[in-house]
């Protein structure tokens, strides 16, 4: 196994690109998902199960944790993976975004932001060099640089001037990560929907050097067809030789889209957060558990799949303990969404390696435009 | 693999008792501890998982499952044990406690009882016939006789009374079960502590002549030292060639006491509703994991133990994972309990095998006094 992070560009699609991201702790297939492990567990799941999934990483929140348990106490303990049974990668975000949605009482200044803890109050402060200290103490394998990130739409003039503020970090934060062999750092495009705030972005970036570079800003309430606009130009404007990485992305045709545009690696909390709601992901579309509908129906959820929710249980089962209100409910949705988000990177994977993309992805929009199958 | 329902006594120790009980659908090794799978799932375990922890047999509630999904619905999908993707044996009670103790507005006749759901307030009846007719449907292996349980302490006239009609619904319930190779149909003595009441009870249940005789009535809030009381009795009025089934039980100490003396198989959601309480059971006692003391311990919950949370986590990340109500709290510290409750019943067997059952027994309550572990 390797000593160091390194990122192999093994074949592209049009822009579609396939690779692989080689870490101490194990290979990360690329075009990757990400599932959000927020609090030290990818919610309603047991970690070899979300790898039994297909996935070769995690995202795990440094907002959430440096509050509770607390970076140190996670250090103390051996560091995140052995705390949460995760051997392999995890990546974790700056806290920056997450300050700024979740957090109350919010104070922002160019050393940091001072806030007020939303689970008990506390008062804490988060800036580029604490951020990298706490991702140090956590262990993550791809620490992220601390940002700011303005929610969408928003004025241009506010954007301009929180993308600069987030380049000052970023070079604090190279400072602050130091050289640490085997551990990535990855930069942050700011610049919202507007061209020459992202080109200033990026070249920013790349005059301080980082092993990867992410996209941020984008999947806040922008739309999917200005996100798409943004993904036209904006991956290619960060270096081709380093993994390209968009930020809480997305629903599976937003991933599907910002693969073909060039992007490396996603994360999102959707398969999970769907999954506790009766909201599964199908390739025939969105099913929606809890519909009547369901209640007499023997059929798998997707008789494509693989997961034990669809090949141990009926839809008329799950749509049972939905209702009923049992955990079991979340664990197998969260399972069968997971694997949908893994086998769609794996058909993505296959495909760019087949020089196949276009007419995959030709297929994944027919599967879904069927709809759901016909109710009994 | 047989074809009926039977019970062989391999060896005993005192007055407990080795066996292994054959069903269609495999073998349960006694005495066996049942987990409670009330509506089609044990709550925040894969049925994979329950198996994992050594239980050959699960109990459903027929008084969950005919209010929802309800019998016929399970039945047309294939029985309970497809339903909920459990091959082995499942016991189903009657639904005559649980009408008691939690629906609203019932009517006690001689012919059963009216209520109200208390899940949407519809109407429902259940008596002898309704109650063989529903675990018929669920497709029960062990079908429970339709009874009446009175809450103790209760005036012995009322005790009296109740037992005499359980044994009217016991002859109705023989009646309307009929003839079902491969199922088998248990009777429920009932009678409070009262000696000639419990002897009352068995004399006409073994008149009728069941399958298996269920000790019912206790754990009903006399406590252990009166349920010992009716246990120093009350299995010795049941037949010796068919296994005794002691409802609702318990603690670890209530089923060491039991199987000591006499009784073959209990069931009881103390294990899976602990888990989700923060209640973990060790052989060193009770640990709440909730309790500060545990937030920076790297030591697992109980070091002789095999199962995942044990295995795999410290006391720390358990402590964590249930301030911050993740869900793999519950499936961790259920997994836990329930291994600790099959790993209690495989000690006996093998004690009970070696004739060392009360050198078993005094090491299990040494551990027990020691308490926990000394905090770090």
């Excluded at 070899?48 to 995690?58: F, H, K, P, Q, Y």
């Excluded at 988060?126 to 303005?150: A, K, N, T, W, Y």
């Excluded at 959820?301 to 939905?322: G, I, K, Q």
Aim: charge should be neutral.
């Amino acid at each position: 196994m390797t000593e160091r992070f390194s990122f192999s560009l093994l074949a592209t699609d049009g822009k579609a690109r396939l690779g692989v991201i080689s870490t101490p702790r194990g290979e990360i297939r690329t075009p990757a998902f990400m599932p959000v492990g927020t609090a030290g567990t990818v919610k309603a799941m047991m970690p070899e199960s979300v790898r039994a999934t297909g996935a070769d990483i995690l995202l795990g929140n440094t907002y959430h944790l440096m509050l509770r348990p607390t970076a140190e106490r996670i250090d103390r303990l051996g560091g995140l993976h052995r705390f949460m049974n995760w051997d392999r990668p995890i990546l974790t975000d700056s806290g920056g975004f997450q300050v700024m949605s979740l957090s109350d009482l919010r104070k922002l200044t160019e050393d940091g932001v001072t806030f007020r803890s939303h689970v008990d109050g506390s008062r804490h402060f988060l800036g580029p060099e604490r951020s990298m200290e706490i991702q140090r103490l956590l262990g993550s394998d791809i620490v992220m640089c601390f940002d700011e990130c303005p929610a969408l739409p928003a004025d241009e003039a506010r954007v301009a001037e929180s993308m600069r503020l987030s380049m000052r970090w970023a070079a604090r934060s190279r400072d602050a990560f130091g050289d640490r062999p085997g551990h990535a750092l990855f930069g942050i495009q700011q610049g919202g929907v507007t061209h020459d705030l992202r080109a200033e972005s990026a070249e920013a970036l790349r005059a301080i050097g980082f092993d990867g570079y992410a996209l941020g800003g984008l999947a806040v309430g922008e739309g999917q067809e200005a996100m798409f606009g943004v993904l036209d130009f904006a991956p290619d404007m960060l270096p081709a030789d380093r993994p390209r990485y968009l930020m809480g992305v997305g629903k599976p045709d937003d991933i599907v889209g910002a693969v073909r545009r060039g992007v490396d690696m996603m994360d999102c909390v959707l398969p999970s957060r769907s999954g506790r709601t009766g909201q599964a992901f199908t390739r025939r579309g969105v099913v929606n558990i809890k519909n009547a509908r369901h209640q007499d129906d023997p059929r798998p959820l997707d008789e494509a799949c693989t997961c034990p929710a669809c090949r141990n249980y009926s839809r008329a089962y799950l749509h049972h303990v939905f209702r009923a209100k049992e955990i079991i409910s979340s664990m197998l949705l969260t399972w069968h969404n997971l694997r949908y988000f893994q086998d769609i990177m794996q058909g993505m994977r296959e495909a760019i390696a087949a020089g196949e993309f276009a007419a995959w992805q030709a297929g994944f929009e027919a599967a879904r435009a069927e709809g759901d199958i016909e109710p009994l």
